[in-house]
């Protein structure tokens, strides 16, 4: 079974400072690793995903992630937060299930910029 | 390029009742997921239909439903409803390459209120 933790379900950062959401995962094949971002209202935008190319990824918006297999985890980054950045993060963990990619996501970051 | 579409976008029903929700899926996309999103959580896989038949189902009962058309959009149908079915819930489709790794593009979701 694969599964996702999201450590901290509200974070704050003040606009300017580094924005760091953690998400570990727990996969028994090598997984395919995402990013989503969720604004009010409204559904999942993809904002980066590791496919076993690089470990270190960019994404949309200033955002990065690094892939560490030995730690099982994949950090969001940003060096410096945006007003525009508050939103809900969901990390997502995907591999082969029974004929069909399975994908599980965390629970959701929430997070709020202060100006 | 059409994104993913999903109607009705608010609905509400009483206990009991049964609720059908509609999703047309991205040009060229040929799978279709639907997950249920709870208030403060993250989505959870419902089931997944490729070539108009279920290939993937989460831990749901069989009140829950679905469809794929030969135009691959989709329904999902939920009999009986319940109170804890309220949530939002979310249409994703992909290719056939992003199948393969999962990668998911998502509606804006339709939410459900039961009273």
């Known amino acids: 079974a694969q599964s996702v933790t999201q450590l901290g379900s509200h974070v704050s950062v003040s606009e300017g400072a580094l924005v760091l959401l953690r998400c570990n995962y727990s996969?028994?094949?090598?997984?395919?690793l995402f990013w989503y971002v969720q604004y009010p209202n409204q559904g999942l935008q993809l904002l980066l995903k590791y496919t076993s190319a690089a470990t270190l990824v960019k994404g949309i918006n200033g955002f990065e992630a690094e892939f560490k297999k030995s730690e099982t985890s994949f950090h969001l980054t940003k060096p410096s937060a945006h007003m525009s950045d508050a939103a809900e993060y969901f990390c997502?963990?995907?591999?082969?299930?029974?004929?069909?990619?399975?994908?599980?996501f965390g629970i959701g970051t929430k997070l709020q910029v202060i100006p | 390029e059409t994104g993913v579409t999903q109607s009705p976008t608010h609905l509400i029903k009483t206990r009991g009742q049964q609720v059908t929700l509609r999703c047309s899926s991205q040009s060229g996309h040929n799978t279709v997921s639907w997950y249920q999103q709870a208030l403060g959580q993250g989505p959870q896989f419902i089931f997944q239909y490729y070539r108009e038949e279920e290939n993937g189902r989460g831990n749901f009962p069989p009140r829950f439903s679905g469809l794929q058309f030969p135009n691959y959009s989709s329904e999902l149908n939920v009999n009986a409803l319940e109170l804890d079915d309220s949530a939002l819930y979310l249409c994703?489709?992909?290719?056939?390459?992003?199948?393969?790794?999962?990668?998911?593009?998502f509606g804006e979701g339709s939410r459900l209120t039961v009273l």
């Open positions: 994703a489709s992909s290719s056939g390459q992003d199948r393969n790794t999962g990668e998911l593009f």
């Open positions: 996969s028994s094949v090598p997984p395919y």
């Open positions: 997502a963990v995907s591999s082969p299930s029974g004929g069909y990619q399975k994908v599980t």
